[in-house]
């Protein structure tokens, strides 16, 4: 089973700022099945990015994923009040798929 | 528009069996590259893979779970029916399912989850 270890648990910023969300994988991501997803409470996640750099439809390019083997990163250039939530890292390259524990991004 | 939607019982008793339905709408669960999974997710903790079921019927189970875990098609009703037996209070969580298409993409759609509560 791969691993996935998202860092910081929180992130505390103001809008405007930018953020940088990391994932480690316990073993490679083959292909880069990679991706993110936004999540805010009472709601379903949504994909941000996947193919680890690849954006979604409709979602913003203030928001950019990068990485590769067992590193990634989700960074979202300046944030707006909406950017505020819980974002999951989740690889689907090797079964069982999993995601990391979350990284929670709040107002600072 | 694609949508889909949950459906089920939200209180189940332990050793029970869930059975929960996905309905979907603006795609096809025949649809060449479909394929509809079952993620969950306990209250204020992350997210959990399930199962998933292609269009051409293959099926993906989570190792750890696979024992107590079905899922099928009813392509007549557009529908995805999940099942797990054995519940236990610990399986209590809101089950979300979601499409994705045969490649490098993820889960792009997502229903809204359902809570279920396993509790005697």
């Known amino acids: 089973e791969i691993v996935l270890t998202q860092s910081p648990g929180t992130l505390s910023l103001s809008p405007g700022e930018r953020a940088t969300l990391s994932c480690r994988a316990s073993q490679s991501v083959t292909r880069e099945y990679l991706a993110w997803f936004q999540q805010k409470p009472g709601q379903a996640p949504r994909l941000l990015i996947f193919?680890?750099?690849s954006r979604a439809t409709g979602i913003p390019d203030r928001f950019s994923g990068s990485g590769s083997g067992t590193d990634f990163t989700l960074a979202i250039s300046r944030l707006e009040p909406e950017d505020f939530a819980v974002y999951y890292c989740?690889?689907?390259?090797?079964?069982?798929?999993?995601f990391g524990q979350g990284t929670k991004v709040e107002i600072k | 528009q694609i949508t889909l939607k949950e459906s089920g019982p939200t209180l189940v008793k332990p050793t029970q069996t869930l059975t929960l339905t996905c309905t979907l709408s603006g795609v096809s669960v025949t649809s060449s590259g479909v394929g509809v999974g079952w993620i969950r997710q306990p209250p204020g903790k992350a997210l959990e893979w399930l199962a998933l079921?292609?269009?051409?019927?293959?099926?993906r189970y989570n190792p750890f779970l696979k024992s107590r875990l079905t899922i099928t098609k009813d392509t007549s009703k557009n529908q995805v029916v999940f099942t797990m037996t054995n519940m236990d209070p610990v399986d209590t969580a809101t089950y979300y399912c979601?499409?994705?298409?045969?490649?490098?993409?993820?889960?792009?759609?997502w229903g809204q989850g359902t809570l279920v509560t396993v509790s005697s």
């Open positions: 193919g680890a750099s």
């Open positions: 989740h690889q689907y390259a090797s079964s069982p798929w999993t």
């Open positions: 979601a499409r994705r298409i045969v490649g490098s993409t993820s889960f792009d759609y």
């Open positions: 079921i292609y269009w051409d019927d293959d099926k």
